[in-house]
């Protein structure tokens, strides 16, 4: 059966870089650890993506921002950052659909040996999937012809199962049309440092902290405190009441 | 003299990963000098000259613009040392798929972009099979997965390749495409091809490997325009 990818527990750090227009980052450095949720916020252009591509690419002063990243305090060695069988970072990006002339059955096991893993993990993938999207995937569908939720459900399974990696990048979930909160609970796992790009005020207080962006520069660092957990409690409410109500609507019922 | 070969389909963003390169290059004391290849036209030069590193175009016209390039090559080279240069770069025009335009000892780079899809690497042939490096291109479309499982159809192609990840727009990639350029051993001697050409009508065509003009024969073109026939 598959192979069991041990998570090791490890820390990721961010040293502070520049802005777009060169003035040293605001946070000078910042460590996360294993388990631990961080959140990055900001405008649209402020350089949130950035942040992610560096994290995900293990910038080591070759970027735009001259932002270096440590694992356990210490510069990744090379391969770590390219091979993905020695991988550290799994990555949800913006992108809602996937290009690959392939069937969903014949690209996941691709991937599943690019990642040295077992091939018949796809079957679990797309179980998986079909747990976050109405909608169910076929493992012969072509890929292009997906849906953008069976996309974006088909994304966050293979992360969970495949690209199981002990550091979790997620560019804004929300925009997903899939259950986001268990989406986001299926990628954290059990240990796994979850870094989410997010506009969406439940996401961003479900995280510990949260990376403040502006103008490419990473200003401050907030913590969410106990006022906030209450506000996120009202908002997971509300948040619940809303999607009973969608699904009422998606099942062609009246709102009662 | 260190030489690099940039080949790879037309849009695939060899100019723009090889721009980031050159920056890297000059802000680590190297002295690159670019010839751009192209069929009938191109702007290319205009964007290489902001970047202040002397730039020359040939365009190949009538001939085969991968066989005009390696016709040209020792030209090439002549002009990348009168400029001062240490590193002559090489783009071709990317236009088919035979052809792999790599003399043995330069530095071979097949630039690949990934919204080909997974497929791709297989087509490519000896221009992404006899490549040191791949730089894989445009990874930001598509999903992590995707760009793992086009590493992978890379790696089948050619097993022994490197392989970069590089963005045209912001220039991920372009300092480790840049390290590996100036750690390139210098040219010297005699250089053959890696892969014969395709069949056709001058020496090269017929399977000529050496890249010295005095070995070839039939209607071939010089870098200055000048186009003569020379044979019996």
Redesign the interface.
Known sequence: MSQVTKIIPLTLTVQGGVDKEGHPDGVSEIEIAPGEIIGIVGPTGSGKS?LI?DIE?FAYG???SGRRILINNQAPAAELR?D?RRKLV????Q?MH?????SVDE?LR??A???GKDPRLAERVIALANTLTGEPVNPAFQLTILSGGQSRAL?VA??AV??DSPIVLIDEIENAGIKKQEALRLLAGEGKIVVVVTHDPMLALMASRRIVMKNGGMTKVISTNEDEQRVFRDVERLDGWLTALRETIRQGEVVA | MKMVVVAGTPGSGKTSVLMHAVKDLLRSGRSPAVVKIDCMWTEDDARFKRLQVPVAVGLAKDMCPDHYAIYNFDEMLEWAAAQGADIMLNETAGLCLRCAPYPDKALAICVIDVTTGPNSPLKVGPLLTTADAAVMTKGDLVSQAEREVFRERILEANPGCRIIEANGLSGKGSAELAQLMAGWPDISGEMVLRHNPPLAICTLCTGELRIAKEHHRGVLRHLDGFMEYTGE
Do not use: E
């Open positions: 950035t591509a690419q070759d970027t735009p390219s993905p799994a990555q949800l990006s992108n996937f290009l690959a002339d392939m690209f691709m991937h040996k690019s990642r994304m293979d992360i495949i690209s």
